[in-house]
């Protein structure tokens, strides 16, 4: 049963940083593209980033441009977001997920990965989400 766990939010002042966590089991990601979502209350889904099986290429999101980076260590199945210059409408639940068929295009070329849309996403392994919360 694959499964992803976030951790890693919290309550933290505008400017700060947070860093997030994403751990799978039942699978080995390391051949997969994976990525970050999140979700404010009454928003829909965002596409946050995305970054290939490597690591070396990432996608992001206008918003977070800049200021968050992703990454990932396939030795520990765990992916990571590097949250900077935090605002308060970064304020989310964020989410990973994780391909249920294979993509391993690297550099990312297909939709998986480069698509914004959340529907591209929405038959895939996401986790439970993590809530994030910049006050002002």
């Known amino acids: 049963q694959v499964q992803l766990v976030e951790s890693g939010g919290g309550l933290v002042q505008a400017g700060g940083a947070l860093r997030l966590s994403c751990a799978a089991s039942g699978r080995d990601f390391s051949n997969y593209a994976m990525g970050w979502f999140r979700q404010a209350p009454g928003k829909e889904r965002e596409f946050v980033a995305t970054?290939?099986?490597?690591?070396?290429?990432?996608y992001y999101g206008d918003s977070v441009k800049g200021r968050f980076t992703i990454s990932r260590d396939n030795a520990k199945n765990t992916m990571y977001l590097q949250m900077n210059s935090l605002k308060p409408e970064d304020t989310a639940v964020y989410y990973c997920?994780?391909?249920?068929?294979?993509?391993?295009?690297?550099?990312?070329?297909?939709?998986?990965?480069?698509?914004?849309?959340?529907?591209?996403?929405?038959?895939?392994?996401w986790g439970q989400g993590t809530q994030v919360t910049v006050s002002s």
């Open positions: 997920v994780g391909p249920r068929y294979l993509v391993a295009e690297d550099p990312l070329s297909g939709s998986w990965g480069t698509s914004r849309d959340p529907a591209v996403y929405e038959s895939d392994y």
């Open positions: 970054i290939s099986w490597s690591g070396g290429s990432t």
